[in-house]
């Protein structure tokens, strides 16, 4: 079955980077992109950006596009997302999910950035 | 301020039926398809309607989904106390070049 597992919760300072990591397994990891979506507490669905599991290639939120950048490593069936420059509204939880649609998620990473 | 607008909230009784809507402009709803997610209290969401109105495998087909020019909507019959979650519609939008998201309908099952 498809699965996607994320790496552990994470707290940084204001201004530090943060890269969380998505392991695929169950299907082709180079016939679907994986897309992040991020939930800050109590609020709703916010779309990052999506990368191509076949090349690599991304489109990023226009809102965040000078501070996140999405890369994979197909050799471990992996995606990962960085962001930099954090503040403390980045605090949330990140999500992967499958391709465009979104028809499998990982659990979940909690961000937490404070001082 | 979400793209697409959901009501806040929406309640029913077990057995009964509920809709929920998504509102949204040309750019998105209008010229793209419509997907539903169901997030249930401590969890990841999950898809629940693709393509408008297609169920993927394993969703009941107590969910149906349906749009209609600018407007989405999903609608849960025969209500149980499980359905009680999150529901967001999203789509792409040809504007922001970006997929978007409703901001979310908190179903209440009294």
């Known amino acids: 079955q498809v699965q996607l597992v994320q790496s552990g919760a994470e707290v940084k300072k204001p201004g530090a980077s943060v890269k969380v990591s998505c392991k695929a397994s169950?299907?082709?990891?180079?016939?679907?992109?994986v897309s992040w979506v991020r939930q800050a507490p109590g609020q709703g669905l916010e779309w990052m950006g999506w990368?191509?599991?076949?090349?690599?290639?991304?489109d990023y939120a226009q809102n965040l596009q000078d501070r996140v950048t999405m890369t994979i490593d197909t050799s471990t069936n992996t995606s990962y997302m960085e962001l930099r420059s954090l503040r403390y509204d980045d605090t949330a939880v990140y999500y992967c999910?499958?391709?465009?649609?979104?028809?499998?998620w990982g659990q979940g990473t909690l961000v937490t950035v404070s001082s | 301020q979400s793209v697409l607008t959901q009501p806040p909230s929406a309640s029913g009784t077990p057995g009964q039926r509920v809709t929920i809507s998504c509102s949204g402009h040309?750019?998105?709803?209008?010229?793209?398809?419509v997907n539903w997610y169901q997030q249930l209290p401590g969890a990841a969401p999950k898809l629940l309607i693709f393509s408008n109105s297609q169920r993927p495998s394993g969703v009941p087909d107590r969910f149906s989904g349906s749009k209609s020019g600018t407007s989405a909507s999903l609608a849960i019959s025969g209500l149980q106390s499980e359905d009680e979650a999150d529901y967001y519609c999203g789509t792409w939008d040809d504007s922001l070049n970006g997929r978007v998201f409703g901001g979310g309908t908190k179903l209440t099952v009294l």
């Open positions: 999910a499958r391709g465009s649609w979104h028809d499998s």
């Open positions: 040309s750019s998105n709803i209008g010229n793209n398809v």
């Open positions: 169950g299907y082709t990891f180079t016939s679907y992109g």
């Open positions: 990368i191509s599991g076949y090349n690599g290639n991304t």
